[in-house]
């Protein structure tokens, strides 16, 4: 392979939004990584122990829409984003009323719901004071990073 093929490698993995991608052709092997930005510590809990808030492991956009003939402003509101591959949890334990609900007012550090991730039970917790304006997850669902969980205003 040449410079311009592995250029043009680059640029498919950047419009993939790939962060691996491995070639090999005649013989040849490229294999290109690109770094991942560092995600915040997770606080993790066994199955067993009860819940404890943690500081909220979060990457965070804002949406902005605008308002006509009455609709509703959702100026200022936040993703809350997955910041790990796993099944997530809406409620403590399977029948139990959820973490939160639409329209609940959180507080910084309540939790939102339980990630697991190789057998370890991880706190979602909110990173700001606010109003929960759509939970973008379903009990039991599996997430991958980055996808959001939550919006809150």
């Known amino acids: 392979m040449n410079l311009q093929e592995i250029k043009e490698l680059t640029q498919v993995m950047e419009e993939a939004g790939l962060t691996s991608l491995e070639v090999e052709q005649d013989g040849q ?4 990584k690109k770094d991942l930005p560092p995600v915040a510590p997770v606080t993790t809990i066994s199955a067993a122990a009860p819940a404890a808030a943690a500081p909220a492991p ?3 956009d804002t949406v902005s829409t605008n308002t006509e ?3 509703v402003n959702f ?3 936040t993703e809350l984003k997955s910041p790990m591959v796993g099944t997530v949890y809406v409620a403590p334990s399977p029948g139990e009323k959820p973490y939160v609900h639409v329209g609940d007012k ?3 550090g309540q939790v939102l719901c339980v990630i697991e991730a190789m057998k370890l039970m991880n706190e979602y917790t909110a990173p700001q004071d606010g109003e929960i304006v759509d939970i973008c997850i379903e009990d039991g669902q599996l997430v ?4 959001c969980l939550f ?3």
């Open 106 to 108: 959180v507080k910084q």
């Open 75 to 77: 100026n200022d509101v």
């Open 69 to 71: 003939d009455g609709v």
């Open 151 to 153: 919006k809150i205003y």
């Open 144 to 147: 991958e990073y980055g996808q």
């Open 29 to 32: 092997r490229v294999c290109l």
């Open 58 to 60: 979060s990457a965070t």
